[in-house]
């Protein structure tokens, strides 16, 4: 629109969304501003550095502070709140609380959203995978190494669950 | 407590904080709003020393959505400038005056010159990039060589000089003792057959956590100010507040939000902003916001460690040290932070410069200059970390001269006996030092490791092996606390229980990722008999929590913990006492115990009671109480040890370096700490872990950089790399076990001081890889291209560095 706003409509965590937000507002601050879901975070304001803002859009990680609201217009996007089912934890956050894998957890949405996304795409990771993968996110707290036996360990259970499932 | 069987302490209990924090339903300082706040954007200095000539706000204030716009000479005069005394420790420097925003001359890159106060956060922005600064550039003094200079432009007017702290730490406080000090210290070194005199320097870095900082506060005329803050110490800023805005404190409530992304030492300071975001709300009577950008954090906070140290040690030929001279001087930036004022942490520094080595004579003295940087504050392992990478590089030096492995000695100058008193006046509690260590050595195997590094060697390949260790405070006793910053020690905590038999911890000071409702609730959950679901901590809220000076120096293991306990304790003795009353039962409270929901006779558990039965009756039906009994079950603890507390860590590193690249690769990384009793396995290892690796950063790739006049080259992540999940090794935690005997529970605060050893660790493991070029790395950081400058300049005969020259990787070397 020539006001400097966009129409967006797109699905959020399932629902449907219609706003009218400015053309430059990024998709971070849409989401946490506007549709308050402040599990996604900023760290890095917006140099896409840190992956504290990292969610899905249309099944693929990516970091929310990259994108503005009007680009995901008629796109899925997934944020942490929508990552478990109902009251059930999503495996990945089951592994985490199991490996004290978070402390401060202000690097956590984003790091679940990406690891939930990397294990759709590699389902046995070797730790060495799991520590290239993690390559887009910053944890000042943990030093790492929780994280990634929470991946590994989320990844077998997985596994197990899609054997049961199959 | 400690020798009976526990149900929660000691237990690897997952964490009650993690399921919001994963869901997305943490409650961070950014995820808060009020309605009608208006939100700021901070215009800050372009230059590093400048008068400003002018500063043209005019097409700001007509920009859409301002509302207003404010300027150091706005404010000068409704405003009191620090110092204050309520941020101003009890040590001899000086406490430069200082408003929010700037006023007549901006002393470094990012200092605050202006507010826009705006309907929005991103039309406040826009107008911020309308306001016209005009400087006249000042000489820019950008180093403690250039600013201690007797001709030195002179940074602060208020100043006679650029010198902001200068004390001897072992030679007393008149001119005669300090110099009897020194002549003692220089005859040691005169007559001892083995001298070593060296300079290190360690870089301008720190720990910047994940979340930056925030402030947003609203003013209300019949309640006061209420103030929102990333804040490790909200009681602190609420008196400060008051002190500074000339309110009563009681019309003061300061509120740290429950879920903070990190501090690490840098939200403790009372910053510039502390005070703008307050006094804006109040001057305009609506509530204001403002949210730190990376860029302005980098600009301004988590820069510590900026230091050089001249350093001679004396020893007997076995290895024995006999005396040490330090001349320790600190980059201290423009000093203006309240709190800390940039010279706190190096004076903690050189206070616990001997670290856990037994050196009878020292003479150490620290000098600290203002630079146009910004002040140093506090980042964890508050003022060690430079000293702990010196002592360290010095031992493994002085194994070298006498010929004798690293080890030898550590093991004949670690402290042996305890308590000991150090040069420098630190009361080295408990523990055993050299247990631990000898642990640690016995986990990485030094005889087997020294076998594959000779048969390596032959076939040209270089792997190392170094140590390091450290002491550090588990929190600050009320006798050196008050005298350091004018604050109490003590850890404080309340506990309720209310007539569902459900129990409230309120705690003053605020958590930042540190895990304190798991493990206090373990503690409570212990005491009661209850489970920790059953427990709620709330935290950080000056309306409802009692004193406490801070979440900070692990202070939360060691005296917050044992407030908890000891209130419970109370609360527990209570009901027993009640409980006997009732059954009229011959017995004393110990007989009583409380386990598994009930509250029963050791000896008759038939004869229980439901705990929530019995809080009930205390709570809702007090009568027929016991003579003198009160209703009611809440009690609150202030908790102060006996003596103060250190804890002691050992680390071990493994490396291999690649000398045609100078590249090296962390091979194993091994720790045994002792934190006495410990609570939860879990969060001791997550915070040794975390600990280690921020070190490992901090030696190998953060560096606050600046150009030569003055500019911050470091200001977004990219440029001022933090370590990434690739760069790091696992960390394998081991623990030696010593309880405390001055907690209740034996347990002693750690995570503060880990990252410690590990600068020292890392360089003496380089070192000892490429000990055949005798290279020796005194200064950090360290990262391959310096490793190969110095080989070369060693004309090293290790050919020119080829493409994908990098040799296989060696797993657990």
Same mark, same amino acid.
């Given at each position: 629109?020539?006001?400097?706003?966009?129409?967006?409509?797109?699905?959020?965590?399932?629902?449907?969304?219609?706003?009218?937000?400015?053309?430059?507002?990024?998709?971070?601050?849409?989401?946490?501003?506007?549709?308050?879901?402040?599990?996604?975070?900023?760290?890095? *304001?917006? @140099? !896409?550095?840190?992956?504290?803002?990292?969610? +899905?859009?249309?099944?693929? &990680?990516?970091?929310?502070?990259?994108? /503005?609201?009007?680009?995901?217009?008629?796109?899925?996007?997934? *944020?942490? @709140? !929508?990552?478990?089912?109902?009251?059930?934890? +999503?495996?990945?956050?089951? &592994?985490?609380?199991?490996?004290?894998? /978070?402390?401060?957890?202000?690097?956590?949405?984003?790091?679940?959203?990406?690891?939930?996304?990397?294990?759709?795409?590699?389902?046995?990771?070797?730790?060495?995978?799991?520590?290239?993968?993690?390559?887009?996110?910053?944890?000042?707290?943990?030093?790492?190494?929780?994280?990634?036996?929470?991946?590994?360990?989320?990844?077998?259970?997985?596994?197990?669950?899609?054997?049961?499932?199959? | 407590?400690?020798?009976?069987?526990?149900?929660?302490?000691?237990?690897?209990?997952?964490?009650?904080?993690?399921?919001?924090?994963?869901?997305?339903?943490?409650?961070?300082?950014?995820?808060?709003?009020?309605?009608?706040?208006?939100?700021?954007?901070?215009?800050?200095?372009?230059?590093?020393?400048?008068?400003?000539?002018?500063?043209?706000?005019?097409?700001?204030?007509?920009?859409?959505?301002?509302?207003?716009?404010?300027?150091?000479?706005?404010?000068?005069?409704?405003?009191?400038?620090?110092?204050?005394?309520?941020?101003?420790?009890?040590?001899?420097?000086?406490?430069?005056?200082?408003?929010?925003?700037?006023?007549?001359?901006?002393?470094?890159?990012?200092?605050?010159?202006?507010?826009?106060?705006?309907?929005?956060?991103?039309?406040?922005?826009?107008?911020?990039?309308?306001?016209?600064?005009?400087?006249?550039?000042?000489?820019?003094?950008?180093?403690?060589?250039?600013?201690?200079?007797?001709?030195?432009?002179?940074?602060?007017?208020?100043?006679?000089?650029?010198?902001?702290?200068?004390?001897?730490?072992?030679?007393?406080?008149?001119?005669?003792?300090?110099?009897?000090?020194?002549?003692?210290?220089?005859?040691?070194?005169?007559?001892?057959?083995?001298?070593?005199?060296?300079?290190?320097?360690?870089?301008?870095?720190?720990?910047?956590?994940?979340?930056?900082?925030?402030?947003?506060?609203?003013?209300?005329?019949?309640?006061?100010?209420?103030?929102?803050?990333?804040?490790?110490?909200?009681?602190?800023?609420?008196?400060?507040?008051?002190?500074?805005?000339?309110?009563?404190?009681?019309?003061?409530?300061?509120?740290?939000?429950?879920?903070?992304?990190?501090?690490?030492?840098?939200?403790?300071?009372?910053?510039?902003?502390?005070?703008?975001?307050?006094?804006?709300?109040?001057?305009?009577?609506?509530?204001?916001?403002?949210?730190?950008?990376?860029?302005?954090?980098?600009?301004?906070?988590?820069?510590?460690?900026?230091?050089?140290?001249?350093?001679?040690?004396?020893?007997?030929?076995?290895?024995?040290?006999?005396?040490?001279?330090?001349?320790?001087?600190?980059?201290?930036?423009?000093?203006?932070?309240?709190?800390?004022?940039?010279?706190?942490?190096?004076?903690?520094?050189?206070?616990?410069?001997?670290?856990?080595?037994?050196?009878?004579?020292?003479?150490?003295?620290?000098?600290?200059?203002?630079?146009?940087?910004?002040?140093?504050?506090?980042?964890?392992?508050?003022?060690?970390?430079?000293?702990?990478?010196?002592?360290?590089?010095?031992?493994?030096?002085?194994?070298?001269?006498?010929?004798?492995?690293?080890?030898?000695?550590?093991?004949?100058?670690?402290?042996?006996?305890?308590?000991?008193?150090?040069?420098?006046?630190?009361?080295?509690?408990?523990?055993?030092?050299?247990?631990?260590?000898?642990?640690?050595?016995?986990?990485?195997?030094?005889?087997?490791?020294?076998?594959?590094?000779?048969?390596?060697?032959?076939?040209?390949?270089?792997?190392?092996?170094?140590?390091?260790?450290?002491?550090?405070?588990?929190?600050?006793?009320?006798?050196?606390?008050?005298?350091?910053?004018?604050?109490?020690?003590?850890?404080?905590?309340?506990?309720?229980?209310?007539?569902?038999?459900?129990?409230?911890?309120?705690?003053?000071?605020?958590?930042?990722?540190?895990?304190?409702?798991?493990?206090?609730?373990?503690?409570?959950?212990?005491?009661?008999?209850?489970?920790?679901?059953?427990?709620?901590?709330?935290?950080?809220?000056?309306?409802?929590?009692?004193?406490?000076?801070?979440?900070?120096?692990?202070?939360?293991?060691?005296?917050?913990?044992?407030?908890?306990?000891?209130?419970?304790?109370?609360?527990?003795?209570?009901?027993?006492?009640?409980?006997?009353?009732?059954?009229?039962?011959?017995?004393?409270?110990?007989?009583?115990?409380?386990?598994?929901?009930?509250?029963?006779?050791?000896?008759?558990?038939?004869?229980?009671?439901?705990?929530?039965?019995?809080?009930?009756?205390?709570?809702?039906?007090?009568?027929?109480?016991?003579?003198?009994?009160?209703?009611?079950?809440?009690?609150?603890?202030?908790?102060?040890?006996?003596?103060?507390?250190?804890?002691?860590?050992?680390?071990?590193?493994?490396?291999?370096?690649?000398?045609?690249?100078?590249?090296?690769?962390?091979?194993?990384?091994?720790?045994?700490?002792?934190?006495?009793?410990?609570?939860?396995?879990?969060?001791?290892?997550?915070?040794?872990?975390?600990?280690?690796?921020?070190?490992?950063?901090?030696?190998?790739?953060?560096?606050?950089?600046?150009?030569?006049?003055?500019?911050?080259?470091?200001?977004?992540?990219?440029?001022?790399?933090?370590?990434?999940?690739?760069?790091?090794?696992?960390?394998?935690?081991?623990?030696?076990?010593?309880?405390?005997?001055?907690?209740?529970?034996?347990?002693?605060?750690?995570?503060?001081?880990?990252?410690?050893?590990?600068?020292?660790?890392?360089?003496?493991?380089?070192?000892?890889?490429?000990?055949?070029?005798?290279?020796?790395?005194?200064?950090?950081?360290?990262?391959?291209?310096?490793?190969?400058?110095?080989?070369?300049?060693?004309?090293?005969?290790?050919?020119?560095?080829?493409?994908?020259?990098?040799?296989?990787?060696?797993?657990?070397?």
């Amino acid at each position: 629109m020539s006001d400097g706003t966009a129409k967006i409509k797109t699905t959020v965590n399932g629902r449907q969304v219609e706003a009218v937000v400015p053309v430059r507002m990024l998709l971070v601050d849409f989401l946490r501003d506007h549709l308050q879901l402040t599990g996604t975070h900023v760290g890095c *304001t917006f @140099e !896409g550095v840190c992956g504290a803002c990292t969610v +899905h859009l249309d099944g693929e &990680a990516v970091k929310s502070c990259m994108l /503005l609201a009007a680009q995901v217009c008629g796109r899925e996007v997934l *944020t942490v @709140e !929508g990552l478990a089912r109902d009251d059930e934890l +999503h495996p990945l956050q089951k &592994a985490f609380q199991d490996a004290h894998a /978070l402390q401060c957890g202000y690097c956590t949405p984003g790091i679940l959203m990406n690891m939930s996304d990397f294990l759709k795409r590699n389902p046995e990771p070797s730790e060495n995978e799991i520590r290239l993968a993690l390559v887009g996110n910053i944890c000042r707290c943990t030093g790492y190494s929780h994280i990634v036996e929470a991946v590994q360990n989320a990844a077998g259970t997985m596994k197990v669950a899609a054997g049961r499932s199959l | 407590m400690r020798n009976e069987k526990f149900a929660w302490i000691g237990k690897k209990a997952v964490r009650k904080e993690d399921v919001r924090l994963m869901s997305g339903r943490g409650q961070y300082f950014a995820d808060m709003q009020l309605p009608g706040v208006l939100h700021c954007f901070i215009v800050r200095s372009m230059r590093a020393h400048a008068k400003i000539v002018s500063i043209d706000r005019a097409a700001a204030k007509q920009s859409a959505g301002v509302v207003a716009v404010f300027t150091g000479d706005d404010i000068k005069d409704h405003l009191d400038p620090l110092p204050h005394p309520i941020v101003v420790p009890n040590l001899p420097g000086k406490f430069p005056k200082h408003w929010p925003l700037a006023v007549g001359k901006v002393k470094f890159h990012g200092e605050p010159v202006a507010v826009i106060v705006a309907t929005d956060r991103y039309l406040a922005e826009d107008a911020g990039e309308l306001v016209e600064v005009v400087y006249e550039d000042l000489p820019y003094v950008g180093s403690p060589e250039v600013s201690s200079r007797p001709d030195a432009t002179l940074i602060h007017e208020d100043l006679d000089n650029n010198e902001i702290f200068s004390m001897s730490f072992t030679g007393g406080f008149t001119e005669d003792s300090v110099k009897a000090n020194v002549d003692e210290i220089e005859a040691i070194i005169n007559s001892a057959p083995v001298v070593i005199s060296r300079k290190f320097k360690t870089h301008r870095v720190g720990v910047t956590p994940l979340e930056t900082r925030g402030v947003m506060a609203k003013w209300d005329r019949d309640d006061g100010l209420t103030c929102w803050a990333t804040t490790q110490r909200p009681h602190i800023d609420r008196l400060a507040l008051a002190e500074v805005l000339n309110i009563p404190t009681h019309m003061v409530r300061v509120i740290a939000p429950r879920d903070q992304g990190g501090g690490f030492g840098t939200k403790a300071p009372f910053y510039r902003e502390s005070i703008l975001i307050p006094w804006l709300a109040k001057t305009l009577g609506r509530p204001v916001r403002w949210l730190e950008s990376r860029e302005e954090s980098l600009m301004v906070v988590g820069q510590e460690r900026d230091q050089r140290h001249e350093m001679t040690i004396a020893a007997d030929k076995e290895g024995k040290i006999l005396g040490m001279r330090a001349r320790v001087v600190a980059d201290n930036g423009d000093g203006c932070m309240g709190v800390y004022w940039g010279f706190v942490m190096p004076v903690l520094g050189a206070a616990t410069l001997p670290s856990g080595y037994y050196l009878p004579k020292c003479d150490i003295q620290l000098r600290s200059y203002v630079t146009n940087k910004p002040s140093l504050s506090p980042s964890r392992s508050f003022g060690s970390y430079p000293g702990r990478f010196v002592i360290e590089r010095l031992v493994d030096i002085l194994a070298k001269e006498v010929g004798k492995e690293p080890v030898e000695i550590r093991r004949i100058n670690l402290v042996s006996s305890l308590p000991h008193v150090t040069a420098t006046g630190c009361h080295l509690d408990s523990g055993d030092y050299l247990k631990a260590f000898n642990s640690l050595v016995a986990t990485v195997d030094l005889a087997a490791f020294r076998e594959k590094q000779t048969a390596l060697r032959r076939q040209g390949r270089y792997i190392g092996l170094g140590f390091g260790t450290g002491v550090e405070i588990s929190g600050i006793a009320s006798d050196v606390f008050v005298q350091l910053e004018n604050q109490p020690g003590y850890g404080s905590a309340t506990i309720r229980i209310d007539a569902r038999g459900r129990v409230q911890v309120l705690e003053g000071d605020a958590p930042q990722g540190t895990s304190h409702e798991t493990t206090f609730s373990q503690v409570v959950a212990e005491n009661f008999g209850i489970h920790i679901a059953d427990v709620v901590v709330q935290t950080g809220d000056t309306a409802n929590t009692p004193f406490g000076s801070g979440s900070l120096g692990a202070r939360g293991g060691s005296y917050t913990v044992s407030a908890v306990h000891n209130a419970c304790r109370t609360l527990r003795d209570k009901m027993a006492r009640i409980f006997i009353f009732d059954r009229k039962l011959d017995l004393h409270v110990g007989d009583i115990q409380f386990e598994d929901g009930f509250v029963f006779p050791a000896l008759d558990p038939k004869n229980r009671i439901p705990f929530a039965e019995l809080a009930d009756r205390i709570v809702m039906k007090p009568v027929n109480m016991p003579p003198g009994e009160e209703a009611g079950l809440e009690a609150t603890s202030y908790f102060e040890a006996a003596k103060p507390m250190f804890y002691f860590g050992a680390h071990a590193c493994m490396v291999e370096v690649f000398p045609k690249t100078g590249e090296f690769e962390i091979t194993r990384y091994v720790t045994c700490e002792d934190a006495g009793t410990v609570i939860n396995p879990l969060v001791v290892e997550g915070q040794i872990q975390g600990g280690v690796v921020q070190g490992l950063s901090n030696a190998m790739f953060e560096e606050f950089l600046y150009d030569e006049h003055g500019q911050q080259l470091t200001t977004t992540l990219e440029a001022y790399k933090l370590a990434i999940a690739p760069d790091v090794p696992h960390v394998e935690v081991t623990h030696s076990f010593t309880p405390c005997p001055h907690t209740p529970l034996g347990s002693r605060g750690i995570g503060e001081g880990i990252p410690g050893p590990v600068p020292g660790a890392l360089t003496n493991a380089l070192c000892d890889a490429l000990a055949p070029f005798d290279i020796e790395i005194n200064e950090l950081p360290v990262r391959s291209d310096k490793i190969w400058r110095m080989l070369r300049e060693k004309g090293a005969d290790i050919g020119k560095p080829e493409k994908g020259s990098k040799q296989p990787e060696l797993q657990n070397a």
